[in-house]
Nanobody, 121 residues
Framework: QVQLVESGGGLVQPGGSLRLSCAASGSIFRLYVMGWSRQAPGKQRDLVATITSGGRTNYAESVKGRFTISRDKVNNTVYLQMNSLKPEDTAVYYC???????????????WGQGTQVTVSS
């Protein structure tokens, strides 16, 4: 019942910007840390950014200063504002969240379906 739905990916030129969003829905008892990871073809999935329920953020060194993660607690949505995009940022971006569904005790990490970000001229 609990799921994460992503949107906002697309094609952008180097130096451009995109804003990704990811909304958690379903019967949620607790929602803890949320984040974004990315995976290029043939590469491992790497952490991009995380944000705790208290608003503390963490970024990969490769995106620090260019990307900003934020969240809307009312709508259970996490965002990733991506500026000064580079071709190296091209990847499928996945959101994730640690969620305790209603009626459960332990949290489970949920993943979005992925959204393609392509940076090319």
């Amino acid at each position: 019942q609990v799921q994460l739905v992503e949107s906002g990916g697309g094609l952008v030129q180097p130096g451009g910007s995109l804003r990704l969003s990811c909304a958690a829905s379903g019967s949620i008892f607790r929602l803890y840390v949320m984040g974004w990871s990315r995976q290029a073809p043939g590469k491992q999935r790497d952490l991009v950014a995380t944000i705790t329920s208290g608003g503390r953020t963490n970024y990969a060194e490769s995106v620090k200063g260019r990307f900003t993660i934020s969240r809307d607690k009312v709508n259970n949505t996490v965002y990733l504002q991506m500026n000064s995009l580079k071709p190296e940022d091209t990847a499928v971006y996945y959101c994730n969240a640690d969620i305790v569904p209603s009626g459960y005790y332990s949290p489970t990490k949920y993943w979005g379906q992925g959204t393609q970000v392509t940076v090319s001229s």
